[in-house]
């Protein structure tokens, strides 16, 4: 009688412990899946269709747009800061007559064009482009995406700060040093969703 009892308390313990184990792991995949539904909503595909055809005429990695766009804008194609940066890529008016000047585009095409999804892409996805290939690594192109490819380029010529030339040992700005861990947070997130690995 009592064998019976002790395995009826054994049994109950152990149902017991499946109940809690089955409960929990409902919560963390529960958790699990509302991350993930959250990470997907914060770093979305939009305006596919001018990412992938510019990030293929420029030749870069789509997803390094995506997270261009997503730190500069969250998408808003709106978005104007308080220096003037306008649209998704947040573009100066400076960088925006440089790479008008480079891509040869008529005088139709004026600052307010940067509020037009395509335009901006176009220009935005160029200019990364072109650093990238002129400094040889994306979080440098990065740093001067933000900082202006001369002072950059004086980050890059220094010793101290970079022992190769190419990659920053250091980034001297901490504002630059923030928005580059920004790219980088951002294109892990968008490795993590769409590719499950960075390149």
């Not at 220096?83 to 573009?91: D, E, S």
């Not at 700005?173 to 951002?186: E, F, G, L, M, T």
């Amino acid at each position: 009688m009592r064998r019976s009892k002790g395995l009826k308390i054994v049994i109950s313990v152990l149902v017991a412990a499946a109940f809690i184990f089955a409960a929990a792991y409902a919560l963390i995949k529960g958790y699990e899946k509302a991350h993930h539904d959250m990470m997907l909503a914060a770093h979305p595909l939009m305006y596919s269709e001018y990412v992938e055809k510019y990030a293929e005429e420029y030749d870069i990695d789509k997803y390094i747009i995506y997270a261009f766009i997503k730190t500069e804008s969250g998408f808003d194609p709106n978005a104007e800061s308080s220096v003037g940066a306008r649209g998704l890529m947040q573009l100066m008016e400076t960088a925006f007559e440089w790479v008008k000047f480079r891509l040869g585009d008529d005088d139709d095409i004026t600052f307010d064009d940067m509020f037009d999804p395509e335009t901006n892409i176009r220009y935005g996805t160029y200019m990364v482009s072109y650093l990238t290939l002129y400094f040889g690594c994306t979080d440098t192109a990065a740093a001067a995406y933000f900082s202006g490819i001369g002072e950059v380029g004086k980050w890059v010529s220094d010793p101290e700060i970079s022992a190769d030339g190419v990659h920053l040992d250091t980034i001297p700005s901490r504002n630059a040093a923030h928005y580059v861990d920004k790219i980088n947070n951002a294109l892990n997130a968008y490795y993590e969703l769409y590719v499950n690995e960075r390149k």
